[in-house]
């Protein structure tokens, strides 16, 4: 039997709302998501606005409901960096292009130290989104049945193949239906923005 991949058995207990795993998934990944935020996060006046730990947290928050939800295969550490990089790259053009809007313009707005003083978030901590099973709830209510029942079985550890096999339809095309759904019910909750490619 072979050994047990470390990795792969942090990322089930993340799934099954183990809150210690969540806490060393964060300690041992949070620092590559600020890496990128502080790499995008040049402009002084967005920087007034929010902060890295601000985007930390609405990235976590993201990928624990949907790494619940049985979203992601991923079987190595570098899978995930590339994930949240990815993620975090997306959240900070998000609030980029936000903030630019007309009369959110981080330019036209004026302040020091008392400003950036303010920037932290008052938002739950990545531990408290993953143990809030009532938001876990809300993303399966959005779900349709059908919907619902491939998030039931990839929470149950099922891979796409099987899952298809079951229910009809091809693995990736299973993937497909249940990525878009995660992101129609993210988009409606607030969880995530639009998606961008870099």
């Known amino acids: ?38 790499a995008r996060l040049v402009d002084p006046n967005l920087r007034r606005h929010f902060d890295s730990l601000d985007v930390c947290q609405s990235v976590l928050g993201s990928f624990f409901v949907r790494a619940a939800a049985g979203q992601y ?23 980029a292009r936000r903030h630019r809007q007309a009369k959110r313009d981080a330019r036209r707005t004026t302040g020091g130290d008392d400003a950036l003083a303010a920037t932290a978030s008052a938002e739950p901590s990545p531990f408290a989104v993953v143990a809030n099973r009532e938001l876990l709830a809300a993303v399966l209510g959005r779900l349709s049945d059908e919907e619902r029942e491939i998030a039931r079985r990839r929470g ?4 796409w193949g099987q899952i298809a096999e079951e229910l009809g339809g091809t693995a990736d095309g299973r993937r497909k239906q249940f990525a ?14 639009e998606e961008t490619d870099d």
């Open 1 to 38: 039997m072979p050994d047990p991949n470390p990795f792969v058995e942090l990322l089930a207990r993340v799934r099954a709302g183990d809150p210690d795993a969540a806490a060393e998934l964060v300690r041992r990944y949070e620092p590559a998501i600020r890496v990128v935020v502080r």
């Open 156 to 159: 149950d550890g099922q891979e």
């Open 180 to 193: 878009r759904a995660m992101d129609r019910v993210g988009t409606a909750l607030g969880l995530d923005e």
């Open 73 to 95: 295969d991923l079987a190595e550490p570098g899978q995930l960096v590339a994930l949240l990089a990815k993620m975090t790259r997306n959240k900070v053009a998000m609030q």
